[in-house]
């Protein structure tokens, strides 16, 4: 008997471990289909706009489960998009006052928070989470700084950003930013001098040595604006169309239009039909009126324009007075169907317009919208 003890104290043994971890099991599932319930008892108070309740109740449920808290981030996400700002607020502060954040989940609340108050407008809170994002050295606190200076309109605030912290401006779009941020202090205090700084930021600069090429033509201070617009179709030709006719009124100002052939004959290979419209006017004005019109023929076959096209009727036009007429009026009719096309585009998001920004009015981008090419395009 004692034997068949003993041979049973194992079983026993494991019969009530298995039971006891089938219990706690049990308990487990009990406390998680609790934490359930609670849950969506507090979003249904919440999503039936009794908030108060609601958000009680989830402030209760945030105690005993922490590990909930992406499901609030993705509650208040969702609040934002549907521009319900209040309710978004209220949840990315209530899971702030949460003691069991890491500093990591904290900096993610933080700059949600951050991105509410922008959108209702309340920018000093805003600011103040933000620069305290950026003391922690959060890699998305500055950009969105600076997107709320650009909104704010605070220019110097950017600039001070900028001296005191210069080492982080560390990407090509926030030296394009701050860069236009100098542009808009120069205009706003009437003096370029400060431009000529932030030129060399990063290559792929445009406003800058834009607006330096403009001051300097309409002071009639031709040279410099041919060094400035000079450098931009060397360095960024996909901006030419802003600048490429003064620059042309520039060289032949100075009488340098063999230097103005000369420049534009290094970008024929660029995608710019424009260009290649003034490469054909330069070859007119040397008086070689076929080499001109068969150029820009070759050119419309592989790389079909309406703009090319429109150039082309008129040099037409211009060789037969018998069709003059007919070719002007089809031209016409071109140059109608051009003013109706947008002439920039975003290319961050796809934003068009007839009008030149250096901000994108859609995603705040700086100098991301650019001359439209193809069919339609420059």
């Avoid at 899971?95 to 904290?106: A, I, M």
């Avoid at 109608?336 to 961050?348: E, F, G, M, R, V």
Wanted: net charge negative.
């Amino acid at each position: 008997m004692i034997e068949l003890l003993f041979l049973l104290l194992p079983v026993a043994a494991a019969y009530g471990y298995i039971m006891g971890k089938n219990n706690a099991n049990n308990e487990a599932q009990q406390q998680n289909q609790e934490i359930i319930n609670e849950y969506s008892k507090g979003l249904k108070f919440l999503l039936d706009r009794e908030e108060d309740q609601g958000l009680e109740h989830l402030i209760g449920l945030l105690e005993i489960s922490a590990n909930s808290v992406e499901h609030y981030l993705t509650l208040a996400t969702l609040f934002r998009r549907r521009g319900e700002l209040d309710r978004a607020i209220k949840v990315h502060e209530l899971l702030l006052k949460h003691d069991g954040l890491s500093l990591e989940q904290k900096k993610h609340v933080l700059y949600e928070l951050a991105q509410d108050y922008m959108m209702a407008g309340l920018l000093d809170r805003a600011e103040e989470n933000l620069v305290y994002l950026h003391s922690l050295k959060d890699s998305n606190a500055l950009c969105q700084l600076m997107l709320l200076y650009l909104q704010s309109h605070d220019w110097d605030k950017g600039i001070a950003l900028f001296q005191s912290h210069e080492s982080d401006f560390n990407t090509s779009q926030l030296k394009k930013t701050i860069a236009n941020f100098y542009c808009e202090k120069a205009i706003q205090d009437k003096d370029l001098k400060a431009l000529d700084v932030v030129t060399e930021l990063t290559q792929d600069l445009v406003r800058p040595k834009y607006m330096l090429g403009e001051k300097a033509f309409d002071d009639g201070d031709f040279l410099q604006a041919i060094k400035y617009w000079g450098s931009l179709l060397d360095k960024n030709v996909a901006f030419a169309p802003i600048f490429l006719d003064r620059l042309e009124v520039s060289y032949e100002k100075l009488n340098l239009q063999d230097n103005y052939f000369s420049h534009l004959s290094k970008h024929l290979k660029s995608d710019s039909v424009l260009i290649k419209i003034h490469y054909c006017k330069s070859l007119m004005a040397q008086d070689k009126v076929n080499e001109a019109r068969n150029y820009i023929t070759q050119v419309l076959r592989k790389q079909p324009n309406i703009r090319g096209f429109s150039y082309l009727l008129m040099l037409m036009s211009e060789q037969s007075q018998d069709i003059k007429t007919v070719l002007t009026e089809i031209n016409n009719l071109v140059q109608d169907y051009i003013a109706t096309k947008s002439l920039y585009q975003c290319n961050h998001c796809g934003f068009t317009s007839k009008k030149m920004y250096w901000f994108c009015p859609s995603c705040k981008h700086v100098e991301s919208l650019v001359p439209l090419s193809g069919v339609d395009g420059f």
